[in-house]
Every structure is written in structure tokens, then in C-alpha cells.
């Protein structure tokens, strides 16, 4: 995988943006492999909520970390920046915990009803994201 060794030249050049960046892709496409493609551990979740979660995260938080400044990894603003993605990463992991598989209201909020805006769709919403997303980097 290219993005093991990315992550190393990341470090060495306390390149935070772009560390946090290719972390969270890392860590969104293992849980897509395997935990919606494949699902060797047979858990029980909700897939759906998983993959708009996704969709919606990944590109606010690329847009989060093209705005903030680049102060290194090891500072204190670059451990902010970490804790911060592993809170996203906890409260994904607790609403899909606590939602099963038949359920699509983890703790009782709809989550896709909340975004729907007459008739849009979630993967539009993502869309837009990245749209907006590729706006902020360039």
C-alpha cells in the first residue's frame, strides 16, 4: 500500500495536514473493507450508516484540515488535530454499537432523515462535500 510509506515521509516532515489526511483515508477504507465489502468478523451493523457517515466525513474533514494552519504533528495543536479525528472515530464506533443491523435509528436519532433536504440523497450531500472539498485545496 502506498499510504503506509506516505504516512512515514509525513512524519519525518511533520507535514500535518497531510499526515491526519492519509490517516483518515486509511482508517475509512479499512472500515469499508472490512466491515461493509467483506465483513470476515460477521459483526452485526449498519452498513448504511456507515457508508454516509463516511461520505460525509471524509470531505469535511478535508476541508477542516486544508483551513487549519501546519503546525506539526507532535505540538500541541497537532495532537488537537489527532484527538479529534480518533473523537470522530469513537462517536462512529458507539452509534454503530448501539445500532444493529435492523435498526436504523442508533439511539433513537435518524440520521439520514436529518440530512435529506426535499428528496436529496445522502451520496448528493457527500458529493457536494467534495465538491467543496476541492475547492478549499485548490
Known sequence: MIILPSLLLCFAFRLTREFNQLLILLISYWAMFHLVWHNPYKIPLNKQLLTT????????NIILHNVLKERGIISRHGLLRMLATVGQ??????????????????????????????????PQLALLGFIAALAVIS
Not at 53 to 60: D, E, K, T
Request: with cysteine; proline share 5%; net charge positive.
Open 53 to 60: 457517515a463516511i461520505a460525509i466525513l471524509l470531505p469535511l
Open 89 to 122: 472515530i469513537f462517536l462512529l464506533a458507539c452509534l454503530l454499537w448501539f445500532g444493529s443491523k435492523t435498526m436504523h435509528r442508533p439511539l433513537g436519532v435518524s440520521i439520514t432523515s436529518l440530512l435529506e433536504f426535499r428528496g436529496l440523497q445522502v
